[in-house]
């Protein structure tokens, strides 16, 4: 059984069937695989049931993070020129910020799908990408402070 991805054999957890002397004398010494066992075999069937529900969970909350974000406007209220430009820029970690304090969920700056960068007053729907890929785009407002 593999511990470790090896090239030109197999991935990590497959059992794989190779000559003793391969085994031996170069996976075994390595640390890349094991002597497929029932007793090694059910316990890697456990953890692998326990990552599933692991990453169902992580899921789970990243719909319902996605179903708060849906409903809220983000609001930031920014210095801008007359014409509405920007002096400066709201990045990402402006937007992740002013999420945290408006609905009070964590949000990370790694969530958003391309660079965010907006530089005028506007409104724009931004697209994020949370984790265990659950998509979706929030809404985030530019206005100008008076």
Same mark, same amino acid.
């Given at each position: ?11 990590? /957890?497959?059992?794989?069937?190779? &000559? #003793? ?19 090694? @075999?059910?316990? =890697? ?5 326990? %990552?599933?529900?692991?990453?169902? &969970? =992580?899921? *789970?909350? &990243?719909?319902? @993070?996605?179903? $708060?974000?849906? #409903?809220?406007?983000?609001? @930031?209220?920014?210095?801008? /020129? %007359?014409?509405?430009?920007?002096? /400066?820029?709201?990045?990402?970690? #402006?937007?992740? &910020?002013?999420? %945290? *304090?408006?609905?009070? =969920?964590?949000? #990370? ?18 697209? @994020? $990408? ?6 979706? *785009?929030?809404?985030?407002?530019? =206005?100008? %402070?008076?």
């Amino acid at each position: 059984m593999l511990l470790e991805d090896v090239p030109k054999l197999g991935k990590r /957890g497959e059992i794989m069937e190779v &000559s #003793d002397g391969y085994a031996r004398n170069y996976l075994f010494p390595r640390n890349l695989a094991v002597e497929a066992t029932n007793g090694y @075999i059910k316990h =890697i069937e456990e953890n692998k049931k326990t %990552e599933e529900k692991r990453k169902q &969970s =992580i899921k *789970e909350q &990243s719909e319902e @993070i996605l179903e $708060k974000l849906k #409903d809220v406007t983000v609001v @930031i209220k920014v210095k801008a /020129g %007359e014409k509405g430009k920007l002096f /400066g820029a709201v990045t990402s970690q #402006d937007i992740a &910020s002013k999420i %945290e *304090e408006m609905v009070g =969920i964590q949000f #990370d700056k790694t969530w958003f799908e391309e660079k965010v960068n907006l530089k005028e007053v506007g409104t724009y729907m931004v697209k @994020i $990408k949370l984790p265990q890929g659950v998509k979706g *785009e929030i809404k985030v407002e530019l =206005i100008p %402070e008076k």
